[in-house]
């Protein structure tokens, strides 16, 4: 690289590190919701605060906790007993929108189950389907196909003949589209470094960097749109308890939209941390981070999200050694190792959490490399890189096929595994297939064995339910919230040397999400000073049955000192 060229980009490297700096030093400041000081007193609470762990009583000011206490004389406790409030640790807010208005095909058995919800859709949504207005899907899983779905499935139904369609896979990292989209491509459509153009046993399956394909003929959703979106999927997430969200990857345009959203009590009743993805993935766009940086306790952009390879269900996740059940593959990188390790270097000298999509043993590999290079950037004199580590919190999100020299070279510099373990117990089913047992049980959905680490935990939604109860009985149980049971239908649960406890699972969605976050002693805690937010049940957690969590229904859910969902019954 030519010295005047090198000069120039340490200056712009610099001058954003300068700008962000300023931008996040602006005082964190809670959402006033209260002119006065308000008390709250119930059955128990539970605060996660160590030096006071439990309590009955707390007041509220200006949308934080005031004083915690226990009465010293008995009284008229409001029903119901308090966890402070969850945090999803990775989810996709503007997805899980779009999710919930189009078509659901999670749990589809079959061909013929999914095009009968697509018509069920169409019944309620006529004008779904046109060249303008394309109908939308998430949800389908080729598992119960026996094979990969083709345009021509769809084409073959008089009903749907000629619509425009994208319904996403389940894991979102493949969509499946009509025969009219398919059109509207090229006929010698070319391959795509980091992705998959399905052929067999026909077209109309684009994965991974393929999608881009495809998504750029999209007819891309109205700002009212998005608008109504995002309300919708906040009314649904504090419905299941959920505060606050790590959003794991929004586009510069999107966080517009949510910076201008958050401004709005009324609109934005979810904390959000996000994660900025260039609008070219793993891109470094240090214009469009400055600009939207923030960080105000009611939605933050400190940090970036990138993307080391695809996913485990479509063969997509990068491994060291070819799939077990398809020894052709060992799946595919979106980035070579080199380029991955120079984005995450760039953007944590320009001060960002880097956060790093990872699911295979070889894309895990090559994160964990990436940031090991860029903490030896950031502390060139410390040999030791975990204090390095504490300051900046790199995150690998998904960790999910682990090498184990490469779970021993996390756990000693303290890169925080992202972990959803609802992927576990969805995966179960094939899991074994595609990694062989030997592979599975030494590298594959660790959480106990990551634990010194302080794994963050959350659920990927849209791509599973965003209810966190459901990933806490996952990650206790080691079996599927949906059906109570471990792979294949046993009644015990899988790989549980790998189960964490519940004061362990509470923990991965307040306090650990808190801290992967920025936000110790803010959020996830109820103690004088945290952000007032906090999530009403029927009885205490702690006593509950395990099998009660997968079927919870929350009371209430309360951010800055506002209720912000009741149950009606």
């Known amino acids: 690289m030519p010295a005047l060229l090198r000069w120039g980009l340490t200056l712009s490297v610099a001058l954003v590190a300068i700008a962000l700096a300023y931008r996040l030093q602006q005082p964190l400041q809670a959402s006033s919701s209260t002119a006065a000081s308000a008390a709250h007193c119930y059955q128990s609470v539970r605060t996660h605060d160590a030096d006071r762990p439990t309590a009955q009583c707390f007041s509220v000011l200006d949308g934080v906790f005031e004083d915690i206490w226990v009465p010293d004389v008995s009284i008229a406790a409001t029903t119901g007993h308090v966890i402070p409030g969850l945090w999803d640790g990775h989810g996709h807010l503007l997805q899980y929108g779009e999710f919930l208005h189009s078509v659901d095909l999670f749990g589809s058995q079959s061909l013929d189950e999914v095009k009968g919800r697509i018509k069920t859709y169409l019944d309620a949504n006529p004008d779904a389907g046109s060249k303008d207005q394309w109908l939308r899907g998430v949800g389908w899983d080729q598992t119960f196909f026996g094979r990969m779905p083709t345009a021509d499935d769809i084409e073959k139904d008089e009903t749907l003949n000629g619509l425009y369609m994208m319904l996403d896979r389940i894991d979102v990292h493949c969509t499946w589209v009509s025969r009219a989209v398919l059109d509207l491509l090229p006929s010698d459509i070319p391959d795509v470094p980091g992705g998959e153009i399905v052929h067999d046993p026909g077209m109309g399956v684009f994965c991974d960097n393929a999608m881009d394909l495809v998504l750029d003929l999209w007819p891309k959703p109205s700002p009212e749109f998005k608008t109504k979106t995002v309300r919708t999927a906040m009314a649904k997430l504090n419905e299941v308890g959920l505060v606050g969200m790590h959003d794991a990857g929004a586009t510069p345009g999107n966080l517009e939209l949510f910076s201008r959203l958050a401004d709005s009590e009324d609109d934005w009743t979810v904390r959000v941390y996000s994660m900025l993805e260039c609008d070219v993935r793993n891109a470094y766009c240090p214009d469009d981070a400055v600009k939207y940086a923030r960080d105000d306790g009611r939605f933050a952009v400190r940090s970036v999200k990138l993307f080391a390879d695809g996913a485990l269900g479509s063969w997509g996740s990068a491994m060291l050694e070819p799939y077990a059940d398809h020894?052709?593959?060992s799946g595919s990188l979106l980035i070579n190792a080199s380029a991955l390790t120079q984005v995450?270097?760039?953007w944590a000298a320009a001060g960002f959490q880097v956060n790093i999509h990872a699911i295979g043993d070889l894309a895990n590999r090559n994160a964990v490399n990436a940031l090991e290079a860029a903490l030896r950037d950031?502390?060139?004199?410390?040999?030791?890189?975990?204090?390095?580590?504490?300051?900046?919190?790199?995150?690998?999100?998904?960790?999910?096929?682990?090498?184990p020299d490469d779970q021993r070279r996390i756990l000693a510099m303290g890169i925080i595994p992202s972990i959803q373990p609802t992927h576990a117990t969805s995966d179960m089913k094939y899991a074994e297939d595609r990694l062989g047992p030997q592979r599975l049980g030494a590298e594959a959905y660790r959480m106990k064995s990551l634990l010194s680490a302080g794994p963050i935990l959350g659920s990927d939604f849209p791509v599973e339910p965003a209810d966190p109860f459901q990933g806490i009985y996952a990650a206790i149980a080691r079996k599927s919230p949906h059906t109570g049971l471990g792979a294949h239908g046993s009644k015990h649960g899988w790989h549980m040397d790998q189960a964490l406890s519940?004061?362990?699972?509470?923990?991965?969605?307040?306090?650990?999400?808190?801290?992967?976050?920025?936000?110790?002693?803010?959020?996830?805690?109820?103690?004088?000073?945290?952000?007032?937010?906090?999530?009403?049940?029927?009885?205490?957690?702690?006593?509950m049955d395990i099998e009660h969590l997968r079927h919870m229904r929350v009371r209430e859910t309360w951010v800055a000192g506002r209720r912000v969902y009741h149950r009606k019954d």
């Open 378 to 403: 950031q502390c060139p004199d410390e040999d030791d890189l975990a204090p390095c580590q504490a300051r900046h919190r790199f995150r690998i999100e998904h960790s999910q096929i682990i090498h």
């Open 344 to 346: 995450a270097r760039s």
């Open 327 to 329: 020894p052709w593959t």
């Open 502 to 543: 519940l004061d362990e699972a509470l923990w991965g969605f307040t306090g650990a999400v808190a801290h992967g976050g920025f936000m110790d002693g803010k959020a996830g805690v109820i103690k004088p000073g945290a952000f007032a937010d906090w999530v009403v049940l029927d009885e205490p957690i702690e006593s």
